[in-house]
């Protein structure tokens, strides 16, 4: 469990008008970080050459972005400052403003599943599909006893192989197949590294059983066993918005959470909008977002047709919103080692497994989609999106600091929110200066 937060820590009024040095002292008192790792903080090299030239191959450098602070955030009762790393402008800025909305409801619910990932072994050339799968499953006992002595400091820690199942797939492109699931409780880590070493130790075994020929032996990043939730209930008279009552605004989002449910040409859009918020936090604290995404998509489609990974409904005088997706993350490993930046945003967070990393990004996931959607049925998605732009265009145009918001001024009344534009604005006011 994570430590209890004192007071308020998310909710600090005015940090987004605060100076850089004010908001990380802000956040070194409410997070209890220590000076050492703000320093890291302020090194302007976020990742030291030499490490990620062991890293990666072929390395020539190191590439940087935007790392913002989430807001706001109560989730089972617990506050929460959520380190996101996203080049996106607008993303947390919604974050935060839809988890204040929350909180001022009573916060989000949130929960995960044991860490358990699922290796996949693929059989092929199998002679006896059914005496296979017999055999196997008589053999799950020792199969599991194996898979255990491969990580036995996985299994002291509480975790380790936990079962087998076992898949024909009859009809390939190349035949039939069997596929051997291993399910694996592999802790506070994401578990790649572990699951992919216990399948290939396995591999033979399962050769001998099945007479038949073993070809891939492979983590799925379709985590289905291990699925994250949140809940929000947002009381409506928050939600009044213009001439829109909050009950106005609650059957808006709701039906465009029904596109979304029934299109996925919508689906796709309204799932990145999600993402846009669980990317950034897995990013921020040095997790697979690839493997995030590929298994939410994949989730989102698990019954045959692309579809919305939340959904919407009014209840009484609530506007509630539910979330269920896989989420394969770690609190710890190698990787997470190396960075000073990802050591700093875990720090900053304040979790203690990987358990409650999952359920902090649901909850965040679940907040984007909020908002953005309640932008999209009120004022409509690009008033605040391009303002947040067209600072960032700018800074690209060469502003200087003291003149930045100016040129943003004269570049949104311009009504031509781009880099040339930004560009001219900004020769102008520098010879008017």
């Given at each position: 469990?994570?430590?209890?937060?004192?007071?308020?820590?998310?909710?600090?009024?005015?940090?987004?008008?605060?100076?850089?040095?004010?908001?990380?002292?802000?956040?070194?008192?409410?997070?209890?970080?220590?000076?050492?790792?703000?320093?890291?903080?302020?090194?302007?090299?976020?990742?030291?050459?030499?490490?990620?030239?062991?890293?990666?191959?072929?390395?020539?450098?190191?590439?940087?972005?935007?790392?913002?602070?989430?807001?706001?955030?109560?989730?089972?009762?617990?506050?929460?400052?959520?380190?996101?790393?996203?080049?996106?402008?607008?993303?947390?800025?919604?974050?935060?403003?839809?988890?204040?909305?929350?909180?001022?409801?009573?916060?989000?619910?949130?929960?995960?599943?044991?860490?358990?990932?699922?290796?996949?072994?693929?059989?092929?050339?199998?002679?006896?599909?059914?005496?296979?799968?017999?055999?196997?499953?008589?053999?799950?006992?020792?199969?599991?006893?194996?898979?255990?002595?491969?990580?036995?400091?996985?299994?002291?820690?509480?975790?380790?192989?936990?079962?087998?199942?076992?898949?024909?797939?009859?009809?390939?492109?190349?035949?039939?197949?069997?596929?051997?699931?291993?399910?694996?409780?592999?802790?506070?880590?994401?578990?790649?590294?572990?699951?992919?070493?216990?399948?290939?130790?396995?591999?033979?075994?399962?050769?001998?059983?099945?007479?038949?020929?073993?070809?891939?032996?492979?983590?799925?990043?379709?985590?289905?066993?291990?699925?994250?939730?949140?809940?929000?209930?947002?009381?409506?008279?928050?939600?009044?918005?213009?001439?829109?009552?909050?009950?106005?605004?609650?059957?808006?989002?709701?039906?465009?959470?029904a596109f979304a449910a029934a299109d996925p040409y919508r689906a796709a859009t309204h799932?990145?909008?999600?993402?846009?918020?669980?990317?950034?936090?897995?990013?921020?604290?040095?997790?697979?977002?690839?493997?995030?995404?590929?298994?939410?998509?994949?989730?989102?489609?698990?019954?045959?047709?692309?579809?919305?990974?939340?959904?919407w409904r009014i209840e009484e005088d609530r506007l509630v919103g539910t979330i269920e997706?896989?989420?394969?993350?770690?609190?710890?490993?190698?990787?997470?080692?190396?960075?000073?930046r990802i050591r700093f945003g875990l720090h900053l967070l304040g979790v203690s497994s990987?358990?409650?990393?999952?359920?902090?990004?649901?909850?965040?996931?679940?907040?984007?989609?909020?908002?953005?959607?309640?932008?999209?049925?009120?004022?409509?998605?690009?008033?605040?999106?391009?303002?947040?732009?067209?600072?960032?265009?700018?800074?690209?145009?060469?502003?200087?600091?003291?003149?930045?918001?100016?040129?943003?001024?004269?570049?949104?009344?311009?009504?031509?929110?781009?880099?040339?534009?930004?560009?001219?604005?900004?020769?102008?006011?520098?010879?008017?200066?």
């Amino acid at each position: 469990m994570a430590m209890p937060h004192n007071g308020k820590k998310s909710r600090i009024e005015g940090f987004y008008r605060m100076q850089r040095s004010e908001r990380l002292a802000r956040l070194a008192t409410a997070a209890g970080i220590r000076e050492g790792e703000v320093a890291a903080l302020l090194d302007p090299n976020p990742l030291p050459f030499e490490k990620a030239n062991h890293m990666v191959e072929n390395a020539i450098g190191v590439v940087g972005l935007p790392l913002g602070v989430g807001l706001n955030f109560l989730i089972n009762g617990r506050e929460y400052l959520v380190p996101m790393a996203v080049e996106e402008a607008s993303v947390v800025a919604a974050a935060s403003h839809a988890a204040r909305l929350v909180r001022d409801s009573g916060g989000f619910v949130a929960e995960a599943d044991p860490p358990v990932m699922i290796a996949q072994i693929q059989l092929v050339k199998v002679p006896d599909m059914d005496a296979a799968v017999r055999r196997i499953t008589a053999a799950t006992p020792q199969l599991l006893a194996s898979a255990n002595a491969v990580h036995p400091n996985m299994v002291k820690r509480g975790g380790g192989a936990r079962a087998i199942e076992v898949r024909p797939l009859l009809d390939t492109a190349c035949g039939p197949m069997l596929v051997v699931h291993l399910l694996v409780e592999v802790g506070d880590a994401m578990g790649a590294n572990a699951v992919n070493t216990i399948a290939e130790a396995l591999a033979p075994s399962l050769e001998e059983l099945t007479a038949g020929q073993v070809r891939l032996r492979i983590l799925s990043n379709l985590a289905d066993e291990r699925l994250a939730r949140a809940t929000a209930r947002i009381e409506m008279r928050l939600l009044r918005s213009g001439t829109l009552s909050g009950r106005e605004v609650s059957e808006r989002v709701v039906e465009a959470w029904a596109f979304a449910a029934a299109d996925p040409y919508r689906a796709a859009t309204h799932n990145k909008g999600i993402m846009n918020g669980i990317d950034a936090v897995a990013i921020a604290t040095g997790n697979d977002w690839r493997g995030i995404e590929a298994g939410a998509h994949a989730y989102a489609a698990r019954n045959g047709r692309y579809t919305s990974l939340s959904e919407w409904r009014i209840e009484e005088d609530r506007l509630v919103g539910t979330i269920e997706l896989p989420l394969a993350v770690g609190t710890v490993g190698g990787n997470l080692e190396c960075n000073p930046r990802i050591r700093f945003g875990l720090h900053l967070l304040g979790v203690s497994s990987a358990r409650e990393l999952a359920g902090v990004m649901a909850a965040v996931g679940l907040g984007q989609n909020f908002a953005a959607m309640r932008a999209l049925v009120t004022h409509g998605i690009q008033r605040g999106h391009m303002s947040l732009h067209a600072r960032g265009l700018a800074v690209a145009a060469g502003a200087p600091e003291d003149l930045v918001e100016q040129v943003v001024k004269q570049l949104l009344a311009s009504g031509e929110i781009k880099l040339s534009k930004a560009r001219e604005i900004v020769q102008s006011v520098q010879l008017g200066a």
